[in-house]
T-cell receptor, first 113, second 114 residues
Framework: NAGVTQTPKFQVLKTGQSMTLQCAQDMNHNSMYWYRQDPGMGLRLIYY???????DKGEVPNGYNVSRLNKREFSLRLESAAPSQTSVYFCASIGQQLYNEQFFGPGTRLTVL | AQSVTQLGSHVSVSEGALVLLRCNYSSSVPPYLFWYVQYPNQGLQLLLK??????LVKGINGFEAEFKKSETSFHLTKPSAHMSDAAEYFCAVSDGNQGGKLIFGQGTELSVKP
């Protein structure tokens, strides 16, 4: 099992460019999440998908869109990147029981110039 | 609404000393509580969790935490720090609903001095 994988690991964008962050899990998990991590602010939820075919906004959704492509994959898109979106992005997934822990990917470090 | 507060953004201890990282939460329903550890340039790894039952929870690497409902706390402890414990630690709370969403604290960076 690879667990939760994310691509790319690093990315540098110019303001206004677009990109998609990819996430996949091979644990047959129902729910998937996208977080951003900024110094001193912990992890903040951007979007989540409780099950295939559904997505919901989290705490900081502005400037982002998501797609739950199938049960395995959950992508995060920045349509027009801004310097405020410079951050480390983590994808996570959780199994059937919601009191189970979330499993995290290794992260994508994004810099927007 | 749920929230988590971690007291102290940086904690420094000597090798062999007690580690105590503080976490207080607010929740209108019985919470599920988690501690995660993040080593440099890595993702988050679960240390331990409290769901129901015994309030003293043991985790990996010698860490444990005690759920105290009356104090709304879930402090993380380790009797003797090791150099390898240097990392950032996050406390998180979930109410088990809303798709299993976690609310994270701000994080505490633990430094261990030789």
């Amino acid at each position: 099992n690879a667990g939760v994988t994310q691509t790319p690991k690093f990315q540098v964008l110019k303001t206004g460019q677009s990109m998609t962050l990819q996430c996949a899990q091979d644990m047959n998990h129902n729910s998937m999440y996208w977080y951003r991590q900024d110094p001193g602010m912990g992890l903040r939820l951007i979007y989540y998908s409780a099950s295939e075919g559904t997505t919901d906004k989290g705490e900081v959704p502005n400037g982002y869109n998501v797609s739950r492509l199938n049960k395995r994959e959950f992508s995060l898109r920045l349509e027009s990147a801004a310097p405020s979106q410079t951050s480390v992005y983590f994808c996570a997934s959780i199994g059937q029981q919601l009191y189970n822990e979330q499993f995290f990917g290794p992260g994508t470090r994004l810099t927007v110039l | 609404a749920q929230s988590v507060t971690q007291l102290g953004s940086h904690v420094s201890v000597s090798e062999g000393a007690l580690v105590l990282l503080r976490c207080n939460y607010s929740s209108s329903v019985p919470p599920y509580l988690f501690w995660y550890v993040q080593y440099p340039n890595q993702g988050l790894q679960l240390l331990l969790k409290y769901t129901t039952g015994a309030t003293l929870v043991k985790g990996i690497n010698g860490f444990e935490a005690e759920f105290k409902k009356s104090e709304t706390s879930f402090h993380l402890t380790k009797p003797s720090a090791h150099m390898s414990d240097a990392a950032e630690y996050f406390c998180a709370v979930s109410d088990g609903n809303q798709g299993g969403k976690l609310i994270f604290g701000q994080g505490t960076e633990l430094s261990v001095k030789p």
